[in-house]
């Protein structure tokens, strides 16, 4: 299974930016999608997930109200929009697939629920 992440770069503040991830090599309709993000000496945080079906999407506290995440289980992508951009935001933003053998916030936040790994986009929100 190979993931791959797009639609980093050069943000300035306030501004808008999505992302997208694209699934190859698995069945993308069976996994649970979710974003997380690793900022320069940071350890790695949860960002936004998704339930195989979309029926259920969780957010992180840091950008909880100003993301969304969706996928499009025709196209094996899952994207992540985020508004209103911060310097904070700056991270290197990966993209994980797994099947969480548990259900709720407290299971999809944790990085031991998704076996496979995108490689990472850069994102800078910076004027």
């Known amino acids: 299974v190979q993931l791959q992440a797009y639609g980093g770069g050069l943000v300035q503040p306030g501004a808008s930016l999505t992302l997208s991830c694209v699934v190859s090599?698995?069945?993308?309709?069976?996994?649970?999608m979710a974003w997380f993000r690793q900022a320069l000496g940071k350890e790695r945080e949860f960002v936004a997930a998704i339930s195989w079906n979309s029926d259920a999407r969780y957010y992180g506290f840091s950008v909880k109200g100003r993301s969304t995440i969706s996928r499009d289980n025709a196209k094996n992508a899952v994207y992540l929009q985020m508004n209103s951009l911060k310097a904070e935001d700056t991270a290197v933003y990966f993209c994980?697939?797994?099947?969480?053998?548990?259900?709720?916030?407290?299971?999809?936040?944790?990085?031991?629920?998704?076996?496979?790994w995108g490689q990472g986009t850069l994102v800078t929100v910076s004027s």
């Open positions: 994980a697939a797994g099947r969480p053998t548990c259900s709720g916030y407290e299971c999809y936040d944790s990085t031991w629920e998704y076996s496979y």
């Open positions: 090599g698995g069945l993308f309709s069976s996994y649970g």
